[in-house]
């Protein structure tokens, strides 16, 4: 039938899964070039010649040929830290989105509903319980997440069900009162593990991998992104409607209630694993999904994954200026995502105000 | 229409016509709301019974917080009925999954505030949700009932423009083409005039007519237009105080001392040459 195709209205383009795997195409080949400049940028200057011959003759299970500084220098620092970059970047990116759409705000960010707050605090109860034990503050940081996440659903319940903006107050509630007892601890830290605390609270990606397993490290934490990433995904033409209203939604034949709380659970799953690894890095996960928005609509389907490769580019990039900017000095990436982010998220909230 | 006249009786009396079995098929259906388990029910909804047919437009009339909207959410599976049976093409509703719910149903009510922008073209395509699976993006199929569903509502003019940016009508003509993207058996519209002008509001009914005489739609309307109920639907539900008082043809159910004592306002019902009750506010002459 040749005329199916002349009924689509001129003008509008309809979103097809070629648009969408094209549109992403294009982003990771921005992300590609986002990691081969932050490989060449530091206090050892490599030539792209040298990143390439580093990972080809790696990859060809030749690496004897490569210098040894080279290979520590692309393996033991920079791959490990743009690796978890990715992970943060695409991490809060989505679970910012999940729950702009599940909180139906536009100002939500993965750290409103108090998540971060109840990382910090398991991390600085780490600190003062068992400082200095490789991995306690990403797994005490993990389960303070995981304790809010739960204790704010519960909070946030209205007649059996996830309320909107029930749960939008218990979080702001838990994250107010979370941040109360953190304040309070951080009187009781001594000075190095003030300053720890201090780049952790901001958010920092340079803290080492807790264990000597890199690789099993990463494939652990990229498998939970995935997961939690991918089931908000699959949610993605539900939140297309959910916004639009949720009574409407139900309607329409979505099961409302479930969306909710998947999406619920798999935004704050991200989060606790972002923040455990790298503390609280701020406006990624408001920002992003706004710029994707802006470049490419409101569509769930196309929004999700185009701000999880936002996001990695943004922290990626943001990370490369922290470490390069006033070196030998790093700053810590929260530091440059904000001051990088605040006059971004005005640009953008005063263009929606005219 | 083949409906006998039976006015006195609440019971509809098209049941007993023994014709193509009924669309819309209500049987004893009563509803209680209360706050907690234990208190007494804030609100109650008697045993209501009528059926609707193809092709049928049924006025649910009543003052405000006569039971008019729950009526509306029973039949739309919002809510569940506390006794009584819902059928719809001879399936009852609490059976029907979601999805299957929103291919024979759709409810059309005042729009809630748009988050973020939304072209008309996509507001409409989601109508087609409840044909799709997970992630499905639109087919050309869904284009095509899309599509039809702006023409069948003179909305195709609107087809690039934001939801935002519509007038009252504009909009409620798009949000009519959303519940006809569904196609659905049976369309429910809660209050859809209340934003229009006059000639908005003969525009719709008219429209609602014709969808549904030349469409087989089953149009159920909760209106407070009386005179619009009156000259467009083919059977009137009038509720009071969560019961169903009477229902019928217009002129079976438009009686004056019944209207007035409803209404609490003083009433006139004058028969029209098309056999069309009218009703008329007496004056404090």
């Known amino acids: 039938m040749p005329t199916l195709t002349a009924l689509r209205p001129r003008g509008v383009r309809m979103l097809t899964p070629g648009r969408v795997a094209g549109i992403c195409a294009l982003l990771c080949g921005v992300l590609f070039v986002a990691v081969v400049i932050s490989l060449r940028m530091g206090a050892f200057p490599l030539s792209v010649r040298d990143i390439v011959f580093t990972l080809a003759s790696s990859a060809l299970g030749r690496p004897e040929q490569v210098p040894a500084e080279f290979r520590l220098v692309v393996f033991g620092l920079r791959l490990p830290r743009i690796a978890l970059g990715i992970l943060v970047g695409v991490a809060l990116s989505t679970a910012g989105a999940g729950f702009q759409a599940l909180l139906r705000n536009p100002l939500a960010d993965p750290y409103v509903l108090g998540v971060s707050s109840g990382a910090a605090l398991g991390a600085i109860l780490s600190l003062i319980i068992a400082p200095h034990t490789p991995g306690a503050i990403q797994l005490a940081a993990f389960a303070g997440a995981a304790a809010t996440i739960t204790v704010v659903y519960f909070l946030g319940r209205r007649g059996g069900q996830l309320d909107s903006a029930t749960l939008l107050l218990a979080g702001i509630a838990a994250a107010s009162f979370l941040s109360a007892v953190i304040m309070f601890l951080m009187t009781t830290l001594s000075g190095r593990d003030l300053r720890g605390m201090a780049f952790w609270l901001m958010g920092d990606l340079s803290s080492p991998p807790p264990t000597q397993n890199v690789r099993g490290w990463f494939g652990f934490l990229f498998g939970v992104l995935a997961v939690g990433a991918g089931a908000i995904y699959l949610t993605a033409s539900d939140l297309n409607l959910i916004l639009t209203g949720e009574k409407e939604a139900q309607h329409l034949g979505v099961n409302v209630h479930r969306v909710k709380l998947v999406v619920y659970l798999c935004a704050s799953l991200l989060t606790g694993l972002a923040v455990s690894v790298s503390g609280a890095i701020g406006y990624i996960g408001l920002l992003v999904p706004h710029v994707m928005r802006m470049l490419f609509g409101n569509d769930y389907r196309l929004l999700v994954p185009t701000s999880a490769l936002g996001g990695a580019i943004a922290i990626v990039v943001a990370d490369t200026l922290a470490r390069t900017v006033v070196a030998p000095t790093e700053l810590p990436v929260g530091a440059m995502t904000a001051i990088a982010g605040a006059p971004v998220f005005i640009y953008l909230m005063r263009r929606r105000v005219r | ?285």
């Not at chain 2, 649910?60 to 809510?79: D, E, F, Q, V, Y």
């Not at chain 2, 073209?121 to 599509?147: I, K, T």
């Not at chain 2, 209340?194 to 159920?220: F, P």
């Open chain 2, 1 to 285: 229409m083949s409906v006998a006249a039976n006015p006195g009786s609440v019971t509809d009396p098209s049941t007993t016509t023994g014709a193509a079995p009924p669309r819309l098929h209500v049987e004893q259906v009563t509803y209680a709301y209360a706050a907690t388990d234990r208190s007494a029910p804030r609100f109650s909804l008697g045993a209501t019974s009528f059926d609707a047919h193809r092709h049928e437009i049924v006025a649910i009339l009543g003052p405000n917080a006569s039971g008019k909207s729950t009526l509306l959410r029973l039949l739309a599976g919002m809510i569940r009925p506390l006794s009584g049976r819902i059928e719809i093409d001879g399936v009852e509703l609490g059976r029907l999954d979601l999805r299957t719910r929103a291919q024979r149903i759709a409810l059309v009510q005042q729009e809630s505030e748009l988050l973020f922008p939304l072209r008309v073209w996509e507001f409409v395509l989601q109508g087609r949700y409840p044909y799709g699976r997970r992630l499905r993006f639109e087919s050309d199929e869904d284009s095509l009932f899309a599509g039809n569903a702006l023409a069948q509502v003179g909305a195709d003019a609107l087809r690039e423009r934001w939801m935002n940016e519509l007038s009252g009508g504009e909009k409620q003509r798009v949000i009519l083409a959303r519940a006809l993207a569904q196609q659905p058996a049976l369309l429910l519209l809660d209050e859809p005039t209340q934003h229009l002008d006059i000639g908005g509001k003969v525009e719709l009914v008219r429209r609602l007519r014709k969808l549904a005489s030349e469409h087989r739609y089953t149009v159920m309307v909760v209106t407070h237009e009386l005179n619009l109920a009156a000259e467009y639907s083919d059977r009137i539900i009038l509720l009071d105080q969560g019961k169903c008082l009477r229902v019928g043809l217009p002129v079976e159910v438009y009686q004056r001392d019944l209207l007035e004592q409803v209404f609490d306002a003083p009433l006139d019902v004058e028969v029209r040459p098309n056999g069309r009750p009218r009703v008329i506010l007496r004056g404090s002459e």
